[in-house]
């Protein structure tokens, strides 16, 4: 029987974008069992798009509208568990902003079966909860528009420690982003889901990070493409975030979640110690006022001793209900 995969989306107010994305995800040779969509209480109109895609034909999408904007990570959260209900082997992550090659859902998931060819069974004992399978995840290779690597998407390790052998064309990473993020369920039913709360920005990061740490297997299939459309190719500059109307909330989580996750590598405390006492002095030469200066500090000096981990949630038991047949790849 085929592996069932649930691509599980999050929008907010890029109705047009979302339209590429869905096309990409229902055009694909290895095509998704379902589609979920997280509408983050867009106004856009991105309601009425969803409400006439969902009856068509191709891929069922099931689309689930918050009461308020939850963020990326409130809104990866919710789709997840959303998509696990449908009972997956696996759960495609996907931006709205993002538009997958017609191959890559079926390239990670020959990455995958290759994986199981040369990976043993992990033993319990080893940070999960009983025995589960090595591959965590499986991440695309993440281009902007003109075909360039995205600088915001580029999957690594979080140590120097040698990397296990893997076959040709993949590689052993740490951590990845949520443009084209293959999860296995095991993996999200004994790790948790993202952290809700993170709102934007280094969620993806702590969350494959996690799952790396727990034993997981995380792995680049370079074969694998997504198409990244953002306005611009750059990742985070936190030395220069702005802090317009409607966008320093959005940058005082992104130092806060980015200090926070960055304190758990190796001499972490120090780097991300240092990096607090140096963001103000940057922030003020490069002429950012005086009250949007504190509340950018607050947010990094809150993420030296935020406890994230405790907010950590599980996703609720599987259905024992029989699972239905599976639809054949075309």
Same mark, same amino acid.
């Not at 998509?83 to 997958?100: F, R, T, Y």
């Not at 290779?141 to 390790?157: A, I, Q, T």
């Given at each position: ?218 792995? @680049? =299939?370079?074969?694998? #493409?997504? &198409? ?6 750059? $990742?985070?500059? +936190?030395?220069? /975030? %702005? ?14 979640? @980015? =200090?926070?996750?960055? #304190?758990? &590598? ?6 991300? $110690?240092?990096? +607090?006492?140096? /963001? %103000? ?14 509340? @950018?500090?607050?947010?990094? #000096? ?15 038991? %599987? ?12």
């Amino acid at each position: 029987m085929p592996e069932r995969v649930a691509a599980v989306v999050v929008t907010y107010n890029r109705r047009a974008l979302l339209e590429q994305c869905l096309a990409g995800l229902r055009s694909q040779t290895r095509a998704p069992a379902t589609i979920v969509v997280v509408d983050n209480c867009s106004t856009d109109g991105t309601a009425e798009l969803l409400a006439a895609v969902s009856g068509g034909p191709g891929t069922p999408l099931h689309s689930v509208r918050t009461p308020e904007n939850l963020g990326g990570a409130g809104g990866f959260a919710l789709g997840m568990e959303r998509a696990l209900a449908l009972d997956p082997d696996w759960l495609w992550l996907m931006d709205d902003d993002s538009v997958p090659e017609a191959d890559a859902l079926e390239r990670l998931l020959a990455a995958a079966e290759a994986l199981n060819q040369v990976l043993p069974e992990a033993a319990p004992g080893q940070g999960r909860t009983g025995l589960q399978p090595s591959v965590g995840f499986l991440a695309s290779r993440v281009l902007w528009k003109d075909g360039s690597p995205h600088g915001m998407n580029v999957p690594g390790r979080m140590s120097r420690y040698r990397a296990r052998a893997v076959p040709g064309g993949l590689e052993a990473v740490d951590y990845a982003s949520f443009v084209s993020l293959l999860v296995r369920r095991e993996a999200v039913r004994a790790c948790g889901l993202p952290i809700a709360e993170f709102f934007i920005g280094s969620d993806d990061v702590e969350y494959t990070w996690r799952l790396t740490r727990a034993g997981f297997g995380g792995y @680049l =299939v370079h074969s694998s #493409r997504v &198409r990244h459309l953002t306005a611009d190719n750059a $990742g985070i500059d +936190v030395w220069n /975030l %702005p802090v317009e109307p409607g966008q320093l909330e959005k940058s005082v989580c992104k130092i806060r979640n @980015l =200090v926070a996750v960055n #304190r758990r &590598r190796p001499w972490g405390w120090l780097r991300e $110690g240092l990096r +607090v006492v140096l /963001l %103000p002095l940057a922030w003020r030469l490069r002429g950012v006022g005086a009250a949007e200066r504190r509340q @950018l500090a607050r947010g990094a #000096r809150a993420g030296l001793w935020w406890n994230y981990e405790a907010l950590i949630r599980y996703p609720c038991a %599987p259905s024992d209900k029989p699972r239905a047949p599976a639809p054949d790849a075309p």
